[in-house]
C-alpha cells in the first residue's frame, strides 16, 4: 500500500467509524476540545495513524477507542470492529444507562405536570435506588 492511502485526517476518521454522524459534526467536536489523541487536544487536520489512542466526548459519555485501521470511506456499523477497539470503561456505559433511566424526572418545558400514573412511576424508580 502506498503511505498517502493511510493518510486520513482525524475528522473525516471520526466520521468514517460512525463515532460522529456528520463530518461537520466531527469537526465542531474537535474545535471544542471534545476529542483528544494521546491526551492532547487536537485540530481537525491532524492525521490518525493506526495505535493512536483518541478519546472522544460525546454528549454525556467518554469514548476511548484505539485505532485498528486508517480508513477514508465510512463503513457499515457491522464493520465498526474492524476499524477501532473500544477502550470505554464498562462503568462509563452503566453511568449513562443510569442517566437515561433517571431521566423521567425531568421533564421538558411545556411538558406539563406528571400525571398521577407517571407520578407513581417516579417515585416507584427512586425507592427502587
Known amino acids: 500500500m502506498d503511505t498517502e492511502e493511510n493518510i486520513v485526517r482525524i475528522?473525516?476518521?471520526?466520521?468514517?467509524?460512525?463515532?460522529f454522524k456528520t463530518r461537520s459534526i466531527a469537526v465542531d467536536a474537535i474545535k471544542g476540545g471534545k476529542v483528544k489523541v494521546d491526551g492532547n487536544p487536537v485540530k481537525p487536520s491532524r492525521e490518525v495513524k493506526e495505535g493512536?489512542?483518541?478519546q472522544v466526548?460525546?454528549?454525556?459519555?467518554?469514548?476511548?477507542?484505539?485505532?485498528?485501521?486508517?480508513?477514508?470511506?465510512?463503513?457499515?456499523?457491522?464493520?465498526?470492529?474492524?476499524?477501532?477497539?473500544?477502550?470505554?470503561?464498562k462503568e462509563e456505559y452503566e453511568r449513562i444507562e443510569f442517566m437515561h433511566a433517571y431521566k423521567a424526572e425531568w421533564r421538558d418545558r411545556g411538558a406539563g405536570r406528571p400525571t398521577k400514573k407517571e407520578r407513581r412511576m417516579i417515585e416507584k424508580m427512586k425507592d427502587d435506588l
Not at 485505532?67 to 477501532?84: F, G, L
Open 57 to 89: 466526548q460525546i454528549e454525556q459519555l467518554h469514548k476511548v477507542v484505539q485505532v485498528k485501521t486508517v480508513i477514508k470511506n465510512r463503513v457499515s456499523a457491522k464493520q465498526v470492529p474492524e476499524v477501532y477497539n473500544d477502550l470505554t470503561p
Open 11 to 19: 475528522d473525516k476518521w471520526l466520521w468514517a467509524a460512525r463515532l
Open 52 to 54: 493512536d489512542v483518541i
